[in-house]
C-alpha cells in the first residue's frame, strides 16, 4: 500500500508499505476519504510536537475490508466513520465510561499512523458504521460537528438566548449554524 509519511517538517514522501492484517478485536480500512485540519497544518509544519516520520490524518471515512477474531460491530464492505480520539480503557474516566476525559488520551494520525495512508489497521472500537446514503467524503465532517455539538450541550444554548462566535473557520461556521437551529440569536465574528 502507499501512505503518505511526513518524514520532516514539511517534507512528506510517498512510500511503500505492508499492507495491515488485523489482529484480534481489529478492523483494516480501505480510506475513502480524510479531511486535513489545522493540527494536521500545524503538524506538517513542525509547530506541533510529533515523532517523524509519522502518518497524518484523523478525520477519516472508508471501508471495512478486513476484521480480526472477536470483531462484531462490523462487517467487510461496510462503510464507516473513524473515531480518532485514542484512549487507554484503564484510567479512572475511561472505566467510569468517560473516555473522552481520558488520562492518556491521544489521536489517530499522531500517536499512531493515520488514514493518509490507502489502508489503516485499528481497533473496531474507534470504527463507527455509516448509513449507506451518507457519502464517504461528506462523512469526514462529522468528527468535527460531534465536537461542537457537544460543547453546545455543554454551554445549554437555549432558543431566545444570545450567542457570539469568534471565528468563522469550519468550527465556527458549525457553532453559527448549530446556535441558530437551536433558536438563539447569533453574532459570528470573522477576521476578513
Do not use: W
Not at 475511561?94 to 489502508?119: A, F
Amino acid at each position: 500500500m502507499k501512505a503518505a509519511v511526513l518524514q520532516a517538517p514539511r517534507r512528506f514522501a510517498i512510500e511503500e508499505r505492508p499492507r495491515p492484517i488485523p489482529g484480534r478485536g481489529e478492523v483494516v480500512v480501505e480510506i475513502g476519504a480524510t479531511a486535513v485540519c489545522h493540527s494536521d497544518l500545524d503538524m506538517y509544519r513542525g509547530s506541533h510536537p510529533l515523532h517523524y516520520p509519522a502518518v497524518l490524518g484523523h478525520e477519516a471515512t472508508g471501508t471495512v475490508v478486513a476484521i480480526g477474531a472477536e470483531v462484531k460491530r462490523v462487517r467487510p464492505g461496510q462503510n464507516i466513520l473513524i473515531n480518532p480520539v485514542l484512549t487507554c480503557g484503564q484510567c479512572d474516566c475511561c472505566r467510569r465510561g468517560l473516555d473522552y476525559l481520558c488520562r492518556s488520551s491521544g489521536i489517530i494520525g499522531r500517536e499512531v499512523d493515520g488514514s493518509l495512508s490507502e489502508y489503516l489497521c485499528l481497533a473496531a472500537r474507534y470504527v463507527h458504521p455509516l448509513p449507506t446514503h451518507v457519502a464517504l467524503d461528506q462523512a469526514t465532517i462529522i468528527e468535527t460537528l460531534s465536537t461542537v455539538k457537544h460543547a453546545q450541550q455543554r454551554a445549554a444554548i437555549a432558543r431566545g438566548e444570545s450567542v457570539v462566535v469568534l471565528g468563522q473557520g469550519t468550527s465556527g461556521l458549525l457553532h453559527t449554524r448549530l446556535a441558530v437551529l437551536s433558536g438563539a440569536t447569533v453574532i459570528a465574528v470573522s477576521r476578513t
